[in-house]
């Protein structure tokens, strides 16, 4: 073939590896292990640009590591339940299932086409039920732990989408599926004890040196730890309202308490009083206003008073308890002290509703009034009107007042969370049955281990009724107990999705284990994953539901790593017209065209060119029309040379005296040096532009006719290390041109070239020259030379001698290799 095909070639070269299996692997105590793996993809229908970018990441590490030497692990499988397909199916008519199942043989197609290198054999669909059967069973091992109960609370729910919606699910007070508007709504629903670790999970986020910073600190500020003192505040009738606060050196300061809209008192307190009818309209009023919403600095501060009272334990004033729609159930005990003076919050509410400010902490140089304050003082200072403390530092005075309280058994030191247990109970029909019998005689009944799995039926049409459709399926729901054997019903409401992809890592050690849920051996053998990549929009989401399940699963035996993911790489989006791609917005990029018209091999390249990893990609036209072309430059290179190259030995240093010889050889060994670390460094767009600037250094290397054979074999040698450097970029083209070199295709992803240490440094090197710091001129010399030669070279430069001539020489500094600075005056 004279001419670059890319469509012939790609089809031919997937073809050989899908016949010889060159992607499986199994365990191999030989090697070294690497499980490098992306977020699996939702079956959508169709693969978009953002996938192709993603998976040619991961594509590109698992081929390099596999070079060096590894044992890689790059299985691909499908997040196969979920909304979208349970919606999509509706509007078509069809069933989720075969929806679900087409969408993905069309995608399986196209990533085959784009070339990755996964294990196919290892692939894994979170619908099918030899997976989901396993989930079932971990939920009724939970459940026999404590992990899991039901209990009936305020939950968001999407209208749209007609089902609950975890607190993480909800992105700026909208559905984060459809971005409807979320309301609150009160139902029973299953959780999972989350918070149980929630200590854990924030302290080992510091235990994780591969994780970029940012989503450290978002799990860090989901799980919300942080450290104070529970304090009591009798009520008239003698019961305790309890809040949790860090600031203790404001208590003095308190003068109104406020209650979340969802607060058991809320309701309660102002029974009986004249507040009870405008309280309870504002509880329903607030409570269907969105969380997020709520939690915003910037809302109007709401609320009411309950006509009831409590008294400050400090200082025994009478002080009135409101309910408010800034404050949330989510932190501490859903009550709160309000301190108007040292909070700006609760200095807007107090003087909307006329309440009075007391000054704890006073500036060192400004005298607060109350009187004429225009904002909460929130800084640092002395403390006033504080009883015992008057006059201490505020910030040092907080042990002191915890202990106080303490001792007056007012309240006791704790450590609060912001986390709240998972709610995982979703009134829809396209997800993992919840194994659960309820029985009128029995009550809640586990399923039995033996009767798993619960089959979700997929032989009825599915419509949207604003419950789950299983509730109306009568050959689901009517079962009997397994304890009395008397009538019962099942639970209708399926699993949340994320616990599918929270343990969907550990299946691929062993898809075909059916013994268990995991073969512990392989299992340990590949985890943790090496190296996770996938968007950042996962980082509090599934990332942290993952942790979670994966703690669990090492306390049940089933996996020995703690923490599931040691290194993670996010990769930005990819926008186009300055937008992220979406077909609403009328940008989307087919990747089947791109493939139709340049080729698996060229869209792979853009993607990992245009753009480091981390950032987003710009898409342009004229950028893979560029990556075309330079495909084609390098097939003609090779093509137009290769009669030349028959039968000579490849050699990797200059066998010749040739300067332009020896000038090409420091520009093979150091791009093979550059290139290979930068995609230990995941700089795959410099890596790429090294490859790029040997490829120029070729040409020009070879405008001049070269016969002789020492020329010869260092071309060939050059041409191989060319080609190998491109494998995990451009896996199709390389191959091919390997062949073309005479050489055995499979034999090129097994060894990453070598640079020799001799050929990544210039015999010389470029020495500035300063004279009193100022930059006077620049001499080329010999690496490593004797600084005394040095300076002779350096004190005969024309330029230093018009800059040193009739001045004293007072030292002259020498930082080898680059610099000569000489002071004089």
């Not at 459809?178 to 924030?202: A, N």
């Not at 969380?291 to 200082?315: C, D, H, M, Q, W």
């Not at 709160?336 to 009075?356: G, N």
Request: glycine fraction near 6%; charge should be negative.
């Amino acid at each position: 073939m004279n001419h670059y095909d890319p469509q012939v070639i790609e089809e031919k070269r997937q073809e050989i590896w899908e016949q010889e299996h060159l992607f499986r692997v199994t365990e191999d105590g030989t090697k070294e292990k690497y499980y490098l793996l992306e977020m699996f993809p939702y079956p959508s229908g169709k693969i978009h640009m953002g996938h192709v970018r993603n998976y040619s990441i991961g594509d590109v590490i698992a081929r390099y590591k596999r070079m060096r030497g590894y044992n890689v692990l790059h299985p691909m499988g499908w997040d196969a339940f979920g909304m979208p397909a349970e919606n999509a199916a509706i509007d078509r008519g069809i069933q989720p299932a075969t929806w679900t199942h087409e969408n993905i043989d069309y995608m399986r197609k196209q990533l085959k086409r784009l070339g990755f290198s996964y294990d196919w054999e290892r692939e894994i669909a979170t619908c099918d039920v030899d997976y989901y059967r396993w989930e079932q069973w971990m939920f009724l091992k939970m459940y026999e732990k404590g992990l899991v109960y039901r209990k009936s609370s305020p939950v968001n729910y999407c209208q749209k989408c007609q089902t609950v919606l975890a607190n993480e699910q909800v992105e700026g007070g909208a559905c984060w599926r459809c971005g409807e508007q979320v309301v609150q709504k009160e139902l029973t629903q299953w959780f999972f004890g989350i918070t149980q670790y929630g200590d854990e999970l924030f302290e080992y986020c510091d235990k994780l040196p591969g994780w970029p910073e940012r989503v450290l600190n978002m799990q860090k500020n989901w799980i919300g730890k942080s450290y104070g003192v529970e304090v009591d505040f009798p009520m008239e009738d003698g019961t305790l309202l309890t809040i949790f606060t860090t600031r203790p050196d404001t208590l003095f300061g308190v003068t109104f308490m406020v209650l979340a809209p969802e607060h058991l008192l809320a309701t309660e307190l102002p029974r009986g009083t004249p507040q009870e009818q405008a309280a309870l309209d504002f509880v329903k009023k607030a409570k269907a206003q969105d969380k997020s919403f709520r939690a915003e600095i910037a809302i109007n501060k709401e609320g009411v008073f309950t006509g009831r009272y409590v008294t400050n334990p400090l200082t025994g004033t009478k002080v009135p308890i409101y309910i408010g729609n800034f404050v949330l159930m989510e932190y501490g005990t859903g009550a709160i002290m309000s301190v108007p003076a040292h909070d700006q919050r609760d200095f807007e509410f107090a003087k909307e509703y006329d309440i009075p400010i007391i000054i704890t902490i006073m500036p060192e140089k400004t005298a607060l009034n109350p009187a004429t304050m225009t904002e909460a003082y929130e800084g640092d200072g002395k403390m006033v009107n504080s009883g015992p403390f008057n006059g201490r530092q505020n910030r040092e005075a907080i042990p002191s007042i915890i202990d106080y309280l303490e001792e007056k058994k007012l309240g006791k030191r704790t450590v609060n969370f912001r986390l709240r247990d998972w709610g995982i109970s979703r009134q829809r029909y396209w997800g993992a049955p919840i194994p659960i019998i309820y029985c009128d005689s029995c009550g809640t009944v586990p399923v039995p281990y033996e009767d798993l799995p619960v089959v979700l039926p997929v032989d009825f049409a599915v419509t949207m009724v604003g419950k789950s459709p299983l509730a109306d399926h009568a050959e689901f729901y009517q079962v009997e107990c397994p304890v009395c054997k008397k009538p019962a019903r099942r639970e209708t409401d399926t699993m949340d999705t994320f616990v599918e992809s929270s343990w969907y890592f550990l299946k691929y050690a062993c898809p075909d284990y059916n013994e268990g849920p995991l073969d512990s051996k392989r299992v340990n053998y590949w985890m943790p994953v090496d190296q996770y990549i996938g968007g950042v929009e996962h980082a509090v989401l599934h990332l942290l539901y993952s942790r979670f399940f994966n703690r669990v699963l090492n306390e049940f035996g089933l996996v020995a790593a703690r923490e599931p993911f040691e290194n993670l790489l996010t990769q930005g989006m990819v926008i186009k017209d300055g937008a992220k791609m979406s077909k609403s917005k009328g940008n989307v990029v087919d990747p089947d065209y791109m493939i139709k018209k340049y080729g698996a091999d060229t869209a792979r390249l853009f993607c990992l060119f245009a753009s480091p990893p981390e950032k987003d990609l710009d898409w342009s036209d004229k950028g893979i029309e560029g990556c075309s072309r330079f495909l084609q430059r390098v097939w003609r290179l090779i093509s137009e040379h290769i009669d030349d190259m028959k039968g000579v030995e490849a050699a990797l240093e200059p066998l010749t005296s040739d300067s332009e010889a020896i000038q090409l050889t420091y520009l093979m060994h150091k791009t093979i040096k550059k290139v290979t670390e930068d995609i230990d460094r995941f700089h795959l767009n410099t890596a790429i532009a090294r490859i790029m600037e040997l490829v120029n250094g070729l040409y020009k290397f070879l405008e001049k006719e070269r016969k002789d054979d020492a020329t010869k074999r260092l071309v060939r040698g050059t041409f191989e290390s060319l080609v190998t450097l491109l494998f995990p970029f451009v896996p199709h083209i390389a191959e091919e041109l390997w062949e073309m070199l005479g050489k055995d295709a499979r034999s090129l992803g097994k060894e990453w070239p070598r640079y020799s240490p001799r050929y990544v440094e210039e015999d010389t090197v470029l020495v500035v020259v300063q004279v009193n710091g100022k930059l006077r001129d620049r001499c080329e010399v010999d690496r490593d030379m004797d600084q005394e030669q040095l300076k002779e070279i350096v004190f005969n430069l024309d330029n230093v001698k018009r800059h040193t001539e009739g001045k004293t020489v007072v030292k002259t500094i020498v930082v080898p290799n680059k610099l000569v600075n000489i002071v004089v005056q």
